[in-house]
């Protein structure tokens, strides 16, 4: 069965750097678009990149220049690269597979000093 495990979040002062993971099983990851998602205390879900099957990458426009994503696909493993963190950063993160049908469990990522 499809499994997304999340991995890396927690907590970073403003200006710092995290890098989430994302684990993936039970499909052929090469062969699909995925995506971040996060969701902020209190508020909805917000997109935030994307890769696709080619590699072209999407982002969010609050998280360009900081946030990078991408993927090795011999380890089925996606990545979210995040410098230069802001308090407003702070959400639970999902790893999620095209087109939504499944989710990860999240990693909280909170930017505080």
């Known amino acids: 069965q499809v499994q997304l495990v999340e991995s890396g979040g927690g907590l970073v002062q403003p200006g710092g750097s995290l890098r989430l993971s994302c684990a993936a099983s039970?499909?052929?990851?090469?062969?699909?678009?995925m995506y971040w998602v996060r969701q902020a205390p209190g508020k909805g879900l917000e997109w935030v990149s994307s890769i696709n099957t080619g590699g072209m990458t999407y982002y969010e426009d609050s998280v360009k220049g900081r946030f990078t994503i991408d993927c090795d696909n011999a380890r089925n493993t996606l990545y979210l690269q995040m410098n230069s963190l802001k308090s407003e950063d702070t959400a639970v993160y999902y790893c999620v597979k095209d087109p939504l049908d499944y989710w990860g469990q999240g990693t909280q990522v909170t930017v505080s000093s």
């Open positions: 039970g499909f052929t990851f090469s062969s699909y678009w």
